[in-house]
């Protein structure tokens, strides 16, 4: 129902509408998309400490000789 300035009455129909589309327990997108922000952060980092945790291929001789500097050393 509508008054008017005039105060004359008028009707309006509206027609229904699906709802938007609304995330669980109504959070805001911040609130909800930070666990999965973090964990895709966690792995990422997980996987650059995995990395650089690894010798590379030409560390390996590398190793070899450190490992006899080690021995001496401890002679």
Request: zero cysteines; glycine letters at 6%.
């Amino acid at each position: 129902m509508i008054i008017d300035r005039v105060g004359e009455l008028s009707l309006k129909q509206y027609e229904e509408s699906d709802a938007p589309y609304r995330l669980p327990d109504n959070m805001d997108i911040f609130t909800w998309s930070v666990p999965f922000l973090a964990e895709k952060v966690m792995n990422m980092l997980g996987h650059l400490v995995k990395k650089l945790g690894e010798p590379a291929e030409d560390d390996d001789v590398g190793a070899d000789q450190g490992d006899k500097a080690k021995s001496l050393m401890l002679a």
